[in-house]
């Protein structure tokens, strides 16, 4: 072997030895250091040639020497390697960590052991992840088990419940016989016992059916039958009953309601569930000469039922657990042991399961403040009440609904740039999606389109029944290409045609408590010159919220749009209260948005089993967003669509 190619190989293992991250080093017979890589000597805190020479009696405690050079004698005197031996170490700077250690024994020409060659590998991060493996099992294991439980649980309670309902439904029937004197005549004072008595079942049987709507929430069997309905009409059916109720405290019971229908697809039983427990508990909690009011506000995509008291609050220590089950924090005479403190909870699981939000504001002595929000369809707000019926009624057959809505934006302004009047647009409108519906071979029994025009307004609603996802999508694309080529042929430039989505599609539940595979969607065809409130974008960035106590939190962002900002926050916020943000997309964080925002809508988070810890997510929205931040937000929607 020539001197060049002994020089390439001894250069090929010192680049072994002195860029490998594992420590490597050769000891003699005696332990005596003889060479060692940079890895090691870096370790030490010294130079490779400083160590040569040296037993590791000179460089660690004597415990960890007399280990080492136990391992060193074993492999030297028997021969035999040490291989992926994992220890716990200390490093030199302090820290804690685990290594695996490989010795192998080193001979010469003769076959005589003259010492070894050691190999060491910290393995901290490995042994992490194993470690976290395990938990990980050990978590899962207590899980299954939790479950277990928590479904032996509700089984439990939901027999019980259903062998309690017959006997109370016969005592009830039986006291009812008695009391209109069916089998004879009673005094007054019997009246009265009797009168307790049907009072007391009536309770009972609501404690009952409480306790079998949780178990039917937590087992999800309970079955949901949605239908298409105006919030306000479902709240005013019982704003006679409630009014009297709250008139016998004197109490002021007040209802606001928007100036304008608000459509949502929901459970009607159930939402009216939801809002019968919130105005019944503010009745119960509020003296007398107190007030209520129930508002109903719009919030473009969602809608938001408020309930808000001047009763006796809630205290900051129960505010937490205010949703939790079989939870009672009243102290007002009269009030407690009425209940067992499932309403709040089963309303916090029914507005959940419609996709929604539900929190409460509260100060004890001051009142309360309990607000749930709902899926808001608006491009469906010239449905009368017939059609809406009309649709529920098919949707409960098993046939899909599709809707395209066409709105034209800014419609005032749109309409002197036009050349004709919005009367004979609509109608050319109309007759496009005569044609695209014939092109479309949208047809038959169960297919016949359904329109609702209001110029004025400038919207066009059309209903399609039975037509497929990818149906009522080539329906969309070709009234957008249609229109595109109208918008063209009359001249009319810069028309500004996207198509938006805003759908809500699930599993509908029959009236006959089996699955129909009926699916709700809308498409939206918005005209204008600049884009409809709002499309959504999935964004995480840091956000400066200044509140209004001068502080400032930097938050998580969730999603933004040109109407509002979701955050996730560390403090429960005021609803309707006013703030300031401020925040950049990450790719252009020159273009800094700054702008005042509403509280509109807050959800606490939430872990595994309704466990919440201390962070909420907010959606708030622009006020007077300026014409800048609009086109910064706005192109940043572009790119991404």
């Not at 004698?73 to 031996?85: E, F, L, Q, S």
């Not at 609803?575 to 509403?598: C, G, H, M, Q």
């Amino acid at each position: 072997m020539g001197f060049k190619e002994l020089k390439d190989k001894y250069q090929l293992l010192r680049d072994l030895m002195d860029f490998i991250p594992d420590v490597i080093y050769f000891k003699d017979k005696q332990g005596r250091f003889i060479m060692v890589n940079q890895a090691h000597a870096k370790g030490l805190g010294v130079k490779p040639e400083a160590l040569v020479g040296k037993t590791d009696f000179d460089l660690f405690s004597k415990n960890r020497a007399r280990k080492m050079a136990q391992d060193d004698a074993h492999v030297m005197n028997t021969g035999k390697p040490i291989i992926d031996k994992v220890e716990r170490a200390t490093r030199p700077d302090g820290v804690d960590n685990y290594v695996s250690t490989t010795k192998i024994p080193r001979y010469d020409d003769k076959g005589r052991v003259i010492g070894l060659i050691g190999i060491t590998r910290d393995i901290t991060r490995r042994m992490q992840f194993e470690r976290l493996r395990k938990d990980k099992l050990c978590v899962e294991k207590k899980l299954e088990s939790l479950e277990e439980l928590s479904a032996m649980k509700s089984e439990f309670i939901s027999t019980v419940s259903h062998e309690l309902r017959t006997p109370l439904a016969v005592i009830k029937g039986l006291v009812t016989i008695v009391f209109n004197e069916v089998v004879g005549q009673i005094n007054h004072k019997q009246k009265e016992v009797l009168q307790k008595t049907l009072d007391n079942t009536e309770r009972l049987k609501k404690i009952i059916d409480d306790l079998l709507d949780i178990s039917r929430i937590e087992r999800n069997t309970l079955k949901l039958h949605y239908s298409l309905v105006d919030i306000v009409d479902l709240i005013k059916d019982s704003e006679g009953f409630f009014i009297k109720l709250a008139e016998e405290k004197n109490i002021r019971l007040k209802y606001v309601y928007p100036g304008e229908p608000v459509n949502v697809f929901i459970d009607a039983d159930r939402v009216r569930q939801v809002i019968f427990n919130l105005i019944s508990n503010a009745i119960k909690f509020t003296m007398d000469g107190g007030k209520i009011k129930v508002e109903v506000k719009i919030l473009e995509s969602k809608v938001r039922i408020g309930v808000i008291d001047t009763g006796i609050g809630i205290s900051k220590a129960d505010l937490s657990s205010i949703f939790n089950k079989f939870t009672q924090v009243s102290r007002l005479p009269g009030a407690e042991n009425k209940g067992v403190g499932l309403g709040l909870s089963i309303s916090k699981k029914l507005v959940e399961r419609h996709k929604g939000e539900i929190w409460v504001e509260s100060k004890a002595g001051v009142g309360s403040k309990f607000y749930f929000t709902l899926r808001r369809f608006y491009t469906l707000d010239m449905l009368g009440k017939s059609l809406r019926n009309k649709v529920s009624r098919l949707m409960k057959s098993g046939i899909s609904m599709h809707f395209v809505s066409l709105m034209i934006l800014n419609c005032g302004e749109f309409r002197k740039r036009m050349r004709i009047s919005l009367d004979s647009l609509f109608k050319d409108l109309h007759a496009i999606l005569v044609l695209v519906l014939k092109n479309a071979k949208y047809s038959g029994a169960d297919k016949q389109a359904m329109s609702v025009i209001n110029p004025k307004a400038g919207k066009f609603s059309i209903i399609l029944p039975g037509a497929s996802s990818r149906q009522a999508a080539n329906i969309s694309s070709l009234l957008k290409y249609k229109i595109k080529q109208y918008f063209s042929s009359n001249k009319v430039e810069d028309v500004f045609i996207t198509i938006g989505s805003l759908s809500y599609s699930q599993k509908v539940l029959s009236q006959d408590d089996g699955f129909s595979p009926s699916r709700f969607s809308i498409k939206e065809i918005y005209i204008g010159s600049e884009m409809r409130r709002f499309k959504r974008l999935s964004f995480k960035t840091n956000i400066k919220l200044f509140l209004p106590d001068e502080k400032v939190e930097l938050s998580e962002s969730v999603d933004v749009s040109e109407g509002g900002i979701c955050l996730v926050i560390k403090h429960l916020l005021k609803t309707d209260s006013e703030l300031k943000v401020s925040f950049a997309f990450p790719e252009n964080k020159e273009s800094i948005i700054t702008a005042k925002v509403r509280v509109a809508w807050i959800k606490k988070i939430e872990l595994l089993f309704g466990e919440s810890f201390e962070k909420y997510k907010v959606g708030l929205e622009f006020i007077n967003l300026e014409n800048r931040c609009k086109k910064i937000i706005r192109r940043r929607l572009l790119n991404k669509s």
